[in-house]
């Protein structure tokens, strides 16, 4: 899956900056405890966006794009605001970058989106068939 993640990421978002790699990849997904879960709903988004708003991916590097799709998804599925939430700090922390780079990437993203994250189960369904397949 990591493959794939990183091969969509730089082809979606192909800015030479900050060019998504496995490494980073593999950092983050385990210092942020990234589920399988929330790596599909954040290919979700992700294609989302690229129908929706194709100038945003043009605008960010595909690591920055790794990091915040991923941190939205899992806050999304797992932060209720009582036990399981992570900040954005620590977010930050496995991603490499500072706080306030990612309250920035956040609310970007979030714009780019149109805060759209509901997230039909089929969709889901779909992006765990093309993973398979």
């Known amino acids: 899956v990591l493959d794939i993640a990183v091969e969509l990421l730089q082809k979606v978002a192909p800015s030479p900056i900050r060019r998504l790699q496995k490494k980073y990849v593999s950092h983050v997904s385990r210092e942020a405890c990234i ?21 945003y991916l ?3 590097s595909s690591s920055d794009l790794f990091l915040i799709s991923m941190m939205v998804a899992s806050k999304y599925l797992y ?17 490499k970058v500072d706080v306030q780079t990612v309250n920035t990437l956040e609310m970007n993203f979030l714009s780019a989106i149109d805060w759209s994250l509901y997230t039909d189960p089929r969709e889901l369904f779909e992006v765990l068939s093309w993973l398979e397949g």
């Open 58 to 60: 043009q605008q960010i």
């Open 79 to 95: 932060d209720e605001g009582e036990e399981e939430e992570v900040f954005n700090d620590e977010w930050g922390a496995a991603g």
């Open 35 to 55: 589920s399988p879960c929330s790596m599909m709903l954040a290919l979700v988004y992700i294609e989302r966006l690229r129908h929706r708003n194709p100038e």
